[in-house]
């Protein structure tokens, strides 16, 4: 049982130190240990400032902006399917809750796609 309650203090110990680093202050350049690193330490590099017109998708390659433009179509494709199948289902069944309109009609539509599909 002594090895147990040991272990549970060296644990306890290893995250109150952790949580103390954690909160310690920036340390001077001067406590750096080599020559090196107080020369690193004490040298400012500033980063690449981003500007405004950065648009994210220049780092994207011509086939993944093609992929996102299909994914956006059928997504708007697929919406306009599900608010046509509401609209009908309302049109039949005027005292049909919004959300089990929603829900009948977005099953329907994604069991058509997935039918047609293949899948």
Do not use: N
Not at 19 to 40: F, I, K, L, V
Not at 44 to 72: C, K, L, N, V
Not at 76 to 102: F, M, N, W
């Amino acid at each position: 049982m002594k090895g147990h309650s040991t272990f549970v203090a060296l644990v306890s110990f290893a995250f109150g130190s952790f949580a103390w680093a954690q909160g310690a202050e920036p340390t001077d350049p001067a406590s750096a240990s080599s020559p090196h690193q107080q020369q690193t330490t004490q040298s400012h590099t500033d980063t690449a400032a981003t500007g405004a017109d950065t648009d994210p998708s220049a780092s994207s390659t011509p086939h993944q902006r093609e992929a996102t433009r299909t994914a956006a179509r059928e997504e708007a494709s697929e919406e306009a399917r599900v608010q046509e199948c509401i609209d009908k289902l309302k049109t039949k069944d005027k005292g049909i809750p919004e959300y089990q309109a929603k829900k009948v009609c977005r099953d329907h539509v994604r069991k058509q796609a997935s039918t047609s599909s293949g899948g």
